[in-house]
Nanobody
Framework: QVQLVESGGGLVQAGASLRLSCAAS????????MGWFRQIPGKDREFVAA????????YYADSVKDRFTISRDNAKNTVYLQMNSLKPEDTAVYYC?????????????????WGQGTQVTVSS
């Protein structure tokens, strides 16, 4: 069993940066692929980024590539999402998730555990 708690969301202006954190419980954190997804009301939850248990390589949605960076600190059981050059279209609830398959890292159905989400709002 893995419990995930996100933090770091907030309201920022376009062009600003935010760093999201996701703290995980359990002693097997390094065994999990960690992903970030986001969702806006009325739309499906979409893939943002993922990282292997060992810390690399990383995977990104085209919409965030070169702006967002996923990283992890297995000693702290934490995964991060550094978000730079934020745009209004990045506004969403951001969720972290833990799964076992890097091959299916973009598929939300392949993740076993989810956090409660943190709101990111980017104003224009």
């Amino acid at each position: 069993q893995v419990q995930l708690v996100e933090s770091g969301g907030g309201l920022v202006q376009a062009g600003a940066s935010l760093r999201l954190s996701c703290a995980a419980s359990g002693r097997t954190f390094s065994a999990y692929v960690m992903g970030w997804f986001r969702q806006i009301p009325g739309k499906d939850r979409e893939f943002v980024a993922a990282i292997r248990g060992s810390g690399g390589p990383t995977y990104y949605a085209d919409s965030v590539k070169d702006r967002f960076t996923i990283s992890r600190d297995n000693a702290k059981n934490t995964v991060y999402l550094q978000m730079n050059s934020l745009k209004p279209e990045d506004t969403a609830v951001y969720y972290c998730a833990a799964g076992r398959s890097i091959v299916a890292a973009t598929q939300k159905e392949k993740y076993d555990y989810w956090g409660q989400g943190t709101q990111v709002t980017v104003s224009s």
